[in-house]
C-alpha cells in the first residue's frame, strides 16, 4: 500500500541523528546491479528496517534509538527510493526482497530479524516467502498482499487510485523524478499478488500489524495474519498507518519483546 509523501509530511522527526543523510556512517552497496544506500546503527544481532512507497530510512527516526541499543540496526533506501536510485521502468515486490536478501549477503550476515512498515511490511512478508533462511523473525505493519479494493480500509481508496490510474495512464512523463513517482504508483497498482498458498509456507514467527484506523481494512490484516502459521497479531488502538510512529514507545517495545521471546 502506498506510503504517500503527504503521509511522511505530516509527521514530525525529532531527529538528534540524521538518519538518511548521516555521511559519517552512510555507505553504497552494490547489489544486484544497483546501488543500495545503507546505514547501520548499534551492535547485538541484525535487524533490517524496510520503510514505505515513496519515503526513505529517516520512517525509523522513532525507532532507531531504541532498537540500536540491542541490535545492529541496518537502514537501507530501498531501490527506487531515497538514495538508492534505479532508473528501469518497472520494480516488483519479489525484486526488493531479493535485493534485501542479497544485500545480507554482501554485509556477510547470516540471517536478520526484519521490521517492515507498509510497503517495506510487503517486503518483509517476502523474505520469508522467498528467503527463509535469511529471516530470524519479522514484523509487518501496515502489509498488504493484493492490490484491489479489498485491501482500502476507506471506501473511496480503491476509487480514488483507479481515477488517477486512468487520467495518467497514456501521458507522457517529462522528468526522471515524474518517471519515477508514476513507477511507485504503479508499483501499488498492480501489486503485490502474493497468495495465501505463500503466506502457509513462512516458518519463521512473524508478527502483523495495523493500526485500528490503518488504511489498510482490518479483514484484511486479519486474513494475512491467519495464513501465517503460529503468527501473531497486534491491532494498534487510536492509530492510523503510522502506528510505528504514532505510537512509537509502545511499538518499540511490543516488537522489541516479540523478537527476544523464545
Known sequence: MALIPQLIA??????????????????YYDVRGIKLYVEEYGSGEPLLMIHGNGGDMS????NVPCFAKKYSVILVDSRSQGKSVDTNPFITFEQMADDFAE????LHISKAYVLGWSDGGISAILMAVRHPDKVIKFASTGANVTPDASSYADPNGWPGSKNYYEQNKNRKWRTAKERNAWKMFMLDWEQPNIKLTELHR????????????????????????????????????????????????????KVDAFFQHK
Not at 16 to 26: I, Q, S, T
Not at 207 to 235: C, E, F, M, Y
Open 10 to 27: 505530516a509527521f514530525s522527526f525529532a531527529q538528534k541523528v540524521p538518519y538518511g543523510k548521516n555521511a559519517a556512517v552512510g555507505k
Open 59 to 62: 520512517a525509523f527516526s522513532e
Open 103 to 106: 544485500l545480507l549477503h554482501v
Open 202 to 253: 513462512i516458518k519463521c514467527p512473524a508478527l502483523i500489524i495495523a493500526g485500528d484506523h490503518d488504511v489498510i481494512a482490518d479483514k484484511h490484516t486479519r486474513l494475512i495474519q491467519a495464513n501465517i502459521p503460529g503468527s501473531q497479531l497486534w491491532i494498534v488502538k487510536d492509530s492510523g498507518h503510522g502506528t510505528l510512529i504514532e505510537h512509537a514507545d509502545t511499538f518499540n517495545k
